[in-house]
């Protein structure tokens, strides 16, 4: 079975693709990332353009392992005038962490690294059964695009994406990803462990750590973050 995907590009993508519509047809289940290497492999100009776009599927935002019903429209929007739709740095629910991954990862980088901080399922002996993490969000979310800003002004060709969870997160699950790419291998794990050591000491998030015995404790004073 196949899906059909109705194409819409603007300014310098619609440039890359010789067009600013077009109809494809993919494998049923492809996602936003099959769609990208489909229109790589036919149209090489738009590779450099890919990791400053936005993607929406029928005008809601998505990430690179959203799956694309039949008959949907996609569109590829580059950075407007006013700034591009900023992709959010917390979420609620799981991790995309494919997404982060992609948003980093460019023909001019050979190096791409991504760090997952997991929930452990214990802690000092005692079994962990999730995390809560709350947060100050405005500042929290300040703090996480200041930190990857200032370390992409800081290396060359850098791109660093954050994201971190609130909320319950089960023993397990992941709570931070971190997704690094560099044109060196040196540069893009230096980058990783800069980010999540300042993602501890400078962003104003909690966690609660839930035991097996039903007993609940925050743990403040070891760091902001972690798991």
Known sequence: MTVDIHVVAFATAADALGGGERDVTLPDGATVADLRRLLEEAHPALVPHWPRLAVAIDGRLVGAEAELPDGCEVALLPPVSGGAPEPPVLVDGPLDVAAATARVTSPRRGAVVTFLGTVRNHHRGRPVERLTYDAYRPMAEEGLRRIAGELEKAGEELAVVIVHRLGDVPAGEASVVIAVGSPHRGAA???SRVALE????EV???KKE???DGVAE???EESL???
């Open 189 to 191: 794990y230096e980058a």
């Open 198 to 201: 300042r993602l501890k000491k």
């Open 204 to 206: 104003p998030i909690w």
């Open 210 to 212: 839930h035991y097996g």
């Open 218 to 220: 925050w743990r403040e």
């Open 225 to 227: 973050v972690g798991s």
